[in-house]
């Protein structure tokens, strides 16, 4: 039982660059998450998905897209990267409590 | 006003201190709360959960909750060096999670 796994666990993009960030949980959860944490922000929603099926945005869904594409995995996408993007990235899935993968460190120059 | 607010610290105690830690939130319709540890490069993992007011115990850490007063506290009890880290506070309501920015931990041996 691995619980949630994000790929990769770092990235270092130029500005204007694509990439997809993987979460995958074995858990068998309904409800999806994608934060981006930041030094002196806490934990920033950006996408959630409630079910298969659904998303929504969150705080700051700006720049990102996201797909979840089955029940256990759940995407998040920078189409176009820009340096304010350079952060952590965590996702989380949830039955009652919401459980974090290890995080993916993402640097945009 | 944020939904959560949290003194970031930090904090530095010696071994075998008690360690209070605390968030303020603004809606009174908040109903589940939950204090998360996370270490250095690592994601959030859960520490405590609960929904409703009093205190709730978990070996030497006590989460509380005042409704009244819209506060929420973390105890640790005989601090160790490997609670060194930092937590964060959260809320849950429905699909949505907000998050204190975190208090870094610091305990010295």
Redesign the interface.
Known sequence: NAG?TQTPKFQVLKTGQSMTLQCAQDMNHN?M?WYRQDP????R?IY?S?SEGTT?K?EVPNGYNVSRLNKREFSLRLESAAPSQTSVY?CAS?S????????T?LTVT | QKEVE?D?GPLSVPEGAIVSLNCTYSNSAFQ?F?W?RQYS??????LM?TYSSGNKEDGRFTAQVDKSSKYISLFIRDSQPSDSATY?C?I?TG???Y????TSLTVIP
Do not use: C, H, I
């Open positions: 949630v409800s998450y002196g922000m806490g934990l929603l959630y409630a929504d969150g965590f949830k009652y409590e919401q459980y974090f993968g290890p995080g460190r | 949290q970031p589940y939950m998360y490069r690592k994601g959030p993992e859960l959960y964060l959260a849950n699909n949505q999670f998050f204190g920015t975190g």
